[in-house]
């Protein structure tokens, strides 16, 4: 049987970019319409020309994308014409493949915000759509509040949506703009507009505020809409809109779905939807959702001894997916509840090779169970669990000593006389038979340790090239007769690699100091550094 096609329409540019704390440049902007485009997504929404100057210059030239490049903006405003509408005129100007309207669908709405009748509001979709036909523009009509107008007065709320597609709309949109309807009334009411609009012109739109926008979006799909409106990672106003980076997994993965559709997403672009997830957390500043569902780090981690030791058996045992579809990986975590196997897996995991019975895997074990107990969180940092059993294994070359290193923090007036704190490290290393001296100023002492670090190790300079910290977390333990630090680090190479290291002493330097080390002697053995 012939798949029928669902339409992927991405709105990170525009409805997330209401996030707060979300701030896109051009180039921000710029970039993400390229991953998403790569991604297979098949409309790309880049703003809204007109309300700010981002975005204005955003459509100010052709963006050479595969997808349907979209601008969004308002129908022409009640009491004018279109010609007499510079929001509308620059709208349909814009460079852009598509126009995007949004118009009110709730009658209430209309009377109380825009203070006109419902006749003017109908005509305004009309004359709005149709003109931008005009200008050879493909056209869509998001209904704003159109299940919150549906209940209150369906005749009117199916009026709008109809007065869009009878004008040449290829597609009609409809928006749980306030977030609150639920999967079934959503199924009910999509099947009812299928019923007067083909499926294949009818879209969803849903907002996360009852956590089911992902949900309603699937909901709609069932009932016949062919076209879900989304944004990477859930990113939006309040609780965010429909996040694509679950829903397309899951329209791929679940047969349900995947006998039905085709999306164009492909399988091997699938593969990079956690890469793709990340790196705009990474544009965003912000620390990965670790229990995302599919990407996040945690989606396939397992703990208890049972389920780690059936997983090793058969991953289905205890996965709805295989990690590897979506480009993220089983992870089987090391820590004191976990037994000989855990670590076993992990071991082949990595892809170092020991016997069940062999001594160091004891050693291993132990020495996980030591310094767990005294704040070491290895489940959390793979690249240092990955450094230790190496090192047990006799398998991490000595590349380099730090001979010796002093940070200091010097608070004083500069020569404007503002009140300055300057950090300064200096590192003494040897290289071989080469002793290095480096020094570094930073934001902060770690800061300036890190660059002092990092600034000249010889031959090995341009192995760590790539290398970036991406994030630094710190923890004060309460355990045992004294606080502890716990510093876990974060770090990113060239290839876009990520991996964690752990640190753990009273004092915040030597912490930090022990994970930045790992991270460097990490990224070392990775690229195969000769000795
Ligand atoms: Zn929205």
């Known amino acids: 049987m012939a798949r ?15 996030t707060n704390g979300v701030d896109f440049t051009l180039s921000d902007k710029l970039t993400i319409a390229k991953m998403l485009d790569e991604l297979g997504v098949d409309y790309v929404e880049g703003g809204y020309p007109g309300a700010n100057p981002t975005d204005t210059q955003l459509f100010s030239e052709e963006r050479k994308l595969a997808a349907t490049f979209t601008a969004f903006g308002m129908t022409r405003r009640p009491g004018r014409s279109t010609s007499n509408d510079p929001g509308l005129a620059a709208l349909i100007e814009a460079k852009a493949d598509a126009i995007c309207f949004v118009a009110k669908s709730w009658d209430y709405h209309v009377k109380v915000a825009l203070e006109t009748t419902n006749e003017e509001n109908l005509a305004s979709i009309r004359d709005s759509v149709r ?13 704003e509040h159109f299940f919150d107008g549906y209940k209150a007065n369906p005749d009117y709320a199916l009026a709008c949506a109809k007065a869009a597609y009878d004008n040449g709309a290829r597609w009609v949109v409809l928006c749980d703009t306030n977030g609150g309807a639920l999967p079934h009334e959503v199924e009910e009411i999509v099947g009812v507009v299928c019923q007067a609009i083909p499926g294949d012109h009818v879209g969803i739109h849903a907002h996360n505020d009852t956590e089911q926008a992902v949900a309603n979006s699937l909901a709609a799909v069932r009932a016949g809409a062919r076209q879900i409106q989304g944004t990477l ?7 965010g809109n429909a996040n694509l980076v679950s829903i397309i997994p899951t329209l791929k993965l679940k047969p349900e779905f995947a006998e039905k559709f085709d999306i164009g997403v492909s399988d091997d672009k699938l593969r990079h939807l956690a890469h793709a997830s990340r790196t705009l957390d990474e544009m965003l500043n912000r620390a990965p ?12 981690a397992t703990k208890a001894g049972i389920h780690a030791s059936a997983i090793i058996k058969d ?21 004191d509840q976990a037994g000989r196997s855990n670590v076993l897996a992990e071991l082949e995991r990595i892809g170092l090779k020991a016997d069940k019975d062999d001594p160091r895997v004891t050693r291993l074990l132990d020495v996980v169970k030591e310094r767990e107990a005294i704040g070491y969180a290895y489940e959390a940092a793979d690249a240092s669990f990955e450094l230790l059993a190496r090192r047990i294994l006799g398998q991490v070359p000595n590349y380099f000593d730090v001979t010796q290193f002093d940070v200091n923090v010097e608070q004083r007036d500069n020569a404007l006389g503002q009140r300055v704190t300057v950090c300064l490290a ?6 071989g038979e080469e002793n290095l001296i480096s020094a570094a100023e930073g934001n902060g002492p770690v800061n300036a340790l890190d660059l002092a670090l990092r600034k000249d190790l010889g031959q090995y300079q341009s ?25 876990l680090i974060e770090s990113t190479d060239e290839n876009g690699e990520r ?19 790992d991270s460097i002697v990490y990224k070392l053995v990775k690229a195969g550094a000769p000795v």
């Open 426 to 431: 200096v590192v003494k290393v040897k290289v």
């Open 463 to 487: 192995y760590i090239k790539g290398l970036e910290l991406t994030d630094y977390r710190v923890r004060i333990l309460n355990g045992g007769t004294e606080a502890v630090t716990r510093v």
């Open 499 to 517: 991996w964690t290291t752990v640190g753990v002493s009273p004092n915040i330097i030597d912490a930090s100091f022990q994970a930045l080390m």
């Open 289 to 300: 959702n670790r229990h995302a569902p599919y990407v996040g780090e945690s989606a396939f």
């Open 315 to 335: 991953p289905a045992t205890y996965e709805h997916v295989r990690p590897d579809a979506v480009g993220n990986r089983r992870k089987l975590l090391v820590s």
């Open 131 to 143: 003109a931008a036909k005009q200008k050879g523009r493909e056209v869509l009509l998001d209904c």
């Open 233 to 239: 990672n859930g990113l939006g106003e309040r609780c």
């Open 4 to 18: 029928e096609r669902l339409y992927l329409f991405d709105t990170t540019l525009r409805d997330g970019a209401q």
